[in-house]
């Protein structure tokens, strides 16, 4: 069956899948990862397709879904296992269900283990393992609702009964190659090798293995659908303006009267050394504090931090709050000083 794939990959190693039917331009996303919404709608656009499905093949602990930001902006139903414990999903399948996408058929089969709510996608010629099975390893055990019980009834019982022919496209490949067989897997996988179940699960139980690095963010937003910290600050950044620290250097030397400095740092850190005539109102003060210190709203003000991250969220809420020249610095003092750009303290 003629069908158009893409396979999409973030320098982490995370991999998202765009399966397309030619004739019905009909399209699915497994695995939409959110820093990729935009190549996706490109290469549907590319190719004259319309997506009709979201798919995630489980609740993801390390990296951010697209499939609740992507579901609302394009009117696509998100789709994820009956198990999942996120209140957004549009569709709710269960094992031995189907999805039809134009002429495609994509079955579901639930395999627990990773998380409660894992399933693998099957095709024609190959399966879409998510974390269930890896090129080389499986999914982990030790995060929230996973199960090695499960897993190796998932593997050994279910997932591994395929044709060894197909060609495994897991969610995950930290390596340079793009897929599988479940042949080649039950050869060589060292973690399939432990056939007896007491044995596999003592393995998996053995694993020491580093925590995720945005392990309670990406659960906190996989669950709820809620913001990231780098959407917060993506969506702060397209409500502002910024200026480059040599033009605030210039403007300071020139004595410019236009332009009124904020930090807003903790108070130790601006008597530690702040831009030379900057005021100082913490983020955590700034909205009970403004229109003391702030009297005029029609001033330009400029708002910087340590790095330049809060100081955008800072002065998109000024922005909101009427502050229409609220704008930031590029950048953060940090690198104001590794410039050798000037600084003053109050002893």
């Known amino acids: ?7 999409i990959r973030t320098e982490q190693g995370c991999q998202s899948y765009m399966l397309g039917c030619p004739r019905q331009c009909a399209a699915i996303i497994i695995d939409p990862e959110i820093s990729q919404l935009a190549h996706y709608q490109g290469l549907a656009s ?13 609740t993801h602990a390390d990296h951010f879904s697209a499939g609740k930001r992507m579901a609302a902006k394009l009117g696509v139903p998100l789709v994820m296992h009956d198990l999942s414990p996120a209140p957004f999903v549009d569709i709710r399948v269960d094992d031995g269900e189907m999805l039809l996408v134009g002429d495609l058929r994509l079955r579901i089969m639930h395999t627990p283990g990773h998380t409660a709510d894992s399933i693998c996608v099957i095709m024609e010629d190959r399966v879409f393992t998510g974390d269930t099975l890896l090129i080389g390893g499986t999914g982990r055990t030790d995060l929230p609702t996973g199960n090695p019980e499960q897993l190796y009834d998932s593997l050994f019982n279910a997932l591994l009964k395929l ?5 495994v496209y897991p969610a995950h490949i930290y390596s340079e190659r793009t897929h ?4 080649e897997e039950i050869a060589t996988n060292p973690r399939l090798q432990k ?3 007491d044995e596999f699960v003592a393995q998996m139980r053995a694993l020491d293995l580093k925590m995720p690095t945005h392990l309670t963010e990406a659960l906190r937003t996989n669950l709820s659908g809620g913001k990231t910290v780098n959407q917060l600050i993506n969506e702060a950044a397209q409500k502002i303006s910024f200026m480059s620290q040599a033009e605030v250097l210039q403007r300071i030397q020139s004595a410019t009267a ?5 930090d807003v740092r903790e108070r130790a850190a601006f008597d530690a050394g702040h831009i030379p005539g900057a005021i100082n109102i913490p983020r955590g003060q700034l909205e009970l504090r403004v229109n003391e210190l702030l009297p005029d709203p029609t001033k330009r003000v400029l708002l910087y931090c340590e790095f330049g991250k809060i100081s955008t969220l800072a002065a998109a809420t000024l922005k909101d709050m009427g502050f229409n020249h609220a704008i930031a610095l590029d950048s953060g003092i940090r690198s104001w000083q590794a410039s050798g750009y000037p600084i003053e303290t109050d002893a």
């Open 195 to 197: 056939k007896q179940r």
């Open 258 to 262: 236009d332009l009124l400095l904020l």
């Open 163 to 167: 044709d060894p022919a197909l060609l």
């Open 1 to 7: 069956m003629e069908m158009i794939f893409h396979q």
């Open 180 to 183: 599988s067989t479940l042949g």
């Open 46 to 58: 590319q190719d004259g397709l319309t997506l009709k499905y979201l798919l995630d093949t489980h």
